[in-house]
Nanobody
């Protein structure tokens, strides 16, 4: 079991920055993949980035490459998402999620077993 809690969302102007945190608890955290997904109103949940907690492998969606950075602090069981150069189209509810490292595709939300409650990110133009 993994429990996840996001924080750090808010309202920011275009070009600004936010840092999201995903605090995890549970025995299986170290063997997990942590992914960030986002969902805008009327749209499907989409992959943003993932990190393999143990090995550190990272993959970003093309839409956020060069602007977003994921990192982890294994001692704190926390994953961070630094978001820079934010655009209005980044507006969404952001979720962190966890899955076992050896199961399924990292970009497909259906393979993630555990989800946080989500945090709203709003970017004004």
């Amino acid at each position: 079991q993994v429990q996840l809690a996001e924080s750090g969302g808010g309202l920011v102007q275009a070009g600004g920055s936010l840092r999201l945190s995903c605090a995890a608890s549970g025995r299986t955290f170290s063997s997990s993949v942590i992914g960030w997904f986002r969902q805008a109103p009327g749209k499907n949940r989409e992959f943003v980035v993932r990190i393999n907690v143990l090995g550190g492998t990272i993959n970003y969606a093309e839409s956020v490459k060069g602007r977003f950075t994921i990192s982890r602090d294994n001692a704190k069981n926390t994953v961070y998402l630094q978001m820079n150069s934010l655009k209005p189209e980044d507006t969404a509810v952001y979720y962190c999620a966890a899955k076992s490292a050896n199961i399924g595709s990292y970009y497909d939300p259906t393979y993630y077993n555990y989800w946080g409650q989500g945090t709203q990110v709003t970017v004004s133009s």
